[in-house]
């Protein structure tokens, strides 16, 4: 419930959130107010927003401390202490989705969120590799489940950790979407705001089993501009529709080729196809990424753009997109905690 003092009311309810574009008075609980302080929760970290918030609330202010605090709710049943899984999909491989998840994942760890990566490609684990944890391997306290492995602030866990890098994961479907079960389960997640899944491509067994036994909050589809891309991108959002996961955004990959050496931008995959998608669904257009070398070069080497180039371009475009998909989510309705009744 908001508690607001018949002054306090009127203005918050001008001021507009700078993360959701809300009234704030839809958003803000009052914790506290008096005449020297204004004390506010909202419902996602206030950190990374603390400077926009205060000079949006100068108005209220009129000369009061504020006191922010904020933490991400759940928007579906967790997955024991991990809230919020979200599943990172294509329609069809090569479009760059691991690599937009890592960084998607790390630029929402930089706006204050507590983030894990779940790799569920168990054919082609490319976690480690990104994060540089290849030839670790996670421990067990009890010899039945596993500790996930920390990485640049991640929490990740992967078949990648569990099998040597030469071997095939040579498994039937269901043989697959049980270990990725067990995978998913068996792993001691600390308290997480947000899990990313790394889906493999397709809309085969995996994908449905993630779909239909793990508590998705939501699903973000990644393109490229090609019309083949966007082509598998409508059947990828079609396969969560119908098992009722929705689609929280597009993320328009590989969106157009910008040179290392003057800027140039040229659309080597076709223009603006993410923008006419999102519109033909009506679902948000979270970000368009480009196509360089150093993205490529950053992520193959253990450190992907969002912590090892923070100032540039790209990674900035990572975090246009990370602030986009909270956004869609503060929007969303949290799921009522759970009342603890105390038999006396």
Known sequence: MRFFSKATQPRLTEVLCPLTGLPLADLAQTLEESTATLRLRLPYPVAAFASELEEALKPVLAGRTLHLEGQLPAFAKSLGKAKNLIAVA??????????????????LKALGLKVGVLDADLFGPSLPMMVGTRGQHPDSPDGKTMYPIEALGLYTQSIGYLVDDSDAAVWRGPMASTALLQLANETQWPELDLLLIDMPPGTGDIQLTVS???????????????????????????????????????VENMSYHQCSQCGHQEHLFGDGGGVRLAAEKQVPLL????????IRQQTDGGQPLVVNAPDSHEAHCYMAAARKLLATLVKRPAVPAAIEVKMV
Do not use: E, R
């Not at 090569?94 to 790390?106: F, R």
């Not at 793990?214 to 409508?234: M, R």
């Open 90 to 107: 294509s329609g069809k491989g090569g479009v760059g989705k691991s690599t937009t998840t890592i960084n998607l994942a790390l630029a």
């Open 212 to 250: 239909q036994k793990l508590p998705l909050v939501g699903a973000v589809i990644v393109t490229t501009p090609q019309d083949l891309a966007l082509s598998d991108a409508i059947k990828g959002m079609a396969m969560f529709d119908k098992v009722g996961v929705a689609t929280l955004g597009l």
């Open 287 to 294: 970000g368009a990424i480009p196509l360089t070398l150093a």
